[in-house]
């Protein structure tokens, strides 16, 4: 999504149209029953539109939640593609083991009217 937005930044340079991206890690909405936000403290909804009025005052392309990802990611994205990987595996949590036998998540997926995907290890 990123990379698209970029994309689209450039194609409307010098026609007056701002883009931002806004960057939440976890939020405790329903989106998220069941999984977990790693070292990161979960992210309250008021968070997130906290840091969207604030870019409206002051224009910024990249927004992240919170403001210290920011930073990391910056230097994530200098490293080796295989150093790369190897940090953001400790960094960001595993969403698929983490809701793996959660019966909220289970809950929260038959209310989208539609059974969880099965992975790989359920075939």
Do not use: C, H, N, W
């Not at 960001?92 to 019966?103: I, L, R, Y």
């Amino acid at each position: 999504m990123l990379g698209y937005l970029t994309a689209v930044r450039e194609e409307l340079r010098g026609t007056g149209v701002q883009i931002t991206s806004v960057m939440p890690g976890v939020v405790d909405t329903e989106l998220a029953a069941g999984t977990t936000s790693g070292a990161a403290k979960m992210l309250q909804p008021s968070d997130v539109a906290d840091a969207v009025v604030a870019v409206v005052a002051k224009l910024r392309f990249r927004v992240f939640v919170p403001g210290y990802i920011g930073p990391l990611a910056g230097v994530i994205e200098l490293l080796p593609q295989r150093l790369r990987d190897a940090v953001l595996r400790r960094l960001v949590p595993d969403q698929v083991a983490a809701t793996k036998g959660s019966s909220t998540r289970k809950e929260y997926e038959s209310r989208l009217g539609g059974a969880p995907a099965e992975s790989d290890e359920q075939k």
